[in-house]
């Protein structure tokens, strides 16, 4: 079965750019039907849809997030990542890479990594 | 603060029907789908409907959904100690373009 595994530093540093990146085992990234997306619960609260990449390239961001959020997948090694730059302690979070099946909806996440934790801290 | 309200928590005895409830907009609930999610302690969400009141295989139907206008509800009949969990609704908001969350509802089993 497919599963998802977020790596990534645990620290990152004020006004640096947060990379994580999502590994896809069990089945390949390159097959149509999914979005790939990244969602973040900072702790003791709720959820926050961060973005999604489809395997063509098209992307779709949190407006609250666009201008800080970029992701992309590389097919040769079944991964996508992300990128949220100029982070603030506001950014500490568990993120979580996720996958949304088209055919079961928009808001369908059916499988998930099991979420690293990322502090912004200097 | 979240784009969709829900109940910070709820609670019941093993056995009991307990139901939470999720409540949005036009523009999110009013015109697309719901979704339900399961988050036990110290695990990712795990996902409990989709389309308002599918269940995915594996999910029990014990767990049951449903939508009227802008809102939504999802119900757990015959509760057991390990449904004790956050649960968490969300839809597509179309003025957002994207998927929303509710803030979640504790649910504790007496």
Redesign the interface.
Known sequence: QVQLQESGPGLVKPSQTLSLTCTVSGGSISSGGYYWTWIRQPAG?????I?RIYISGNT????SLESRVTTSVDTSKNQFSLNLSSVTAADTAVY?CARAAVE???????I????TMVTVSS | QSVLTQPPSASGTPGQRVTISCSGSSSNIGSNSVYWYQQLPGSAPKLLIYRNNQRPSGVPDRFSGSKSGASASLAISGLRSEDEADYYCAAWDDSLSGPVFGGGTKLTVL
């Not at chain 1, 779709?60 to 407006?63: H, I, P």
């Not at chain 1, 998930?112 to 979420?115: A, K, T, V």
């Open positions: 609260k709720g959820l926050e849809w973005g779709k961001y949190n407006r979580y079961l909806g928009h808001g369908a996440f059916d998930w990594g099991q979420g």
